[in-house]
């Protein structure tokens, strides 16, 4: 079946240091990869996504590379911000099915302190 | 462009009752899928609406059903509410069933 693991949080880091969260999935075919961001009693927003291998999806300062060979999909940031605390989302949709429903992993929270 | 809406944003029920929520999808979005995301946890899919027919169910009982409009906005309803049903349930919209699903802010329902 299809699944997404992700770091545990929660995750630390003073303001303008290097983020990395894990995330890596499994799943039947090439799915397309996601991430989303959700901040504090909102929904999701997506951050950005890649649709297959070797892609780099990037957004706000945040990327993502999709590797096939060690399935994962690890979203970085160079320096992070307060402004960028949230619970962040690792997601996949299977394109080998008619409809697309996400899966995600557990999240991870982020606490920026300044 | 008008974003995805859902209503009510809090909802407090008891055990055993009804309820219906309510999902605007964005302008042009014709697909609708329905998660619901418990405390701590990542969203798990519920069920998707293409064009108003039901195109799809993640793994959840018959007492969750729902609704998609001829202009596309939707409807959850559960039954038969039991305790585990405390969540947050988000709607997400896309133009088509393999583009980017984009969420509303969810409704947070708890059962006493």
């Known amino acids: 079946g299809n699944s997404v693991t992700q770091m545990e949080g929660p995750v630390t880091l003073s303001e303008e240091a290097f983020l990395t969260i894990n995330c890596t999935y499994t799943a039947t075919g090439y799915p397309s990869l996601f991430w989303y961001v959700q901040y504090p009693g909102e929904g999701l927003q997506l951050l950005l996504k890649?649709?297959?291998?070797?892609d780099k999806g990037s957004n706000k300062g945040f990327e993502a590379t999709y590797r096939k060979e060690t399935t994962s999909f690890h979203l970085e940031k160079g320096s992070v911000q307060v402004s960028d605390s949230a619970v962040y989302f690792c997601a996949l949709s299977p394109k080998n099915s008619g409809n697309t429903p996400l899966v995600f992993g557990k999240g991870t929270r982020l606490s920026v302190i300044a | 462009e008008t974003g995805v809406t859902q209503s009510p944003t809090h909802l407090i029920k008891t055990r055993g009752q009804q309820v219906t929520l309510r999902c605007s999808s964005q302008s042009g979005h014709n697909t609708v899928s329905w998660y619901q995301q418990a405390l701590g946890q990542g969203p798990q899919f519920i069920f998707q609406?293409?064009?108003?027919?039901?195109?799809g169910r993640g793994n959840f009982p018959p007492r969750f059903s729902g609704l998609q409009f001829p202009n596309y906005s939707s409807e959850l309803n559960v039954n038969a509410l039991e305790l585990d049903d405390s969540a947050l349930y988000l709607c997400a919209s896309s133009w088509g069933q393999n583009q980017p699903q984009h969420f509303g802010d969810g409704t947070r329902l708890s059962i006493l």
């Open positions: 890649a649709t297959k291998a070797d």
């Open positions: 609406y293409y064009r108003e027919e039901e195109n």
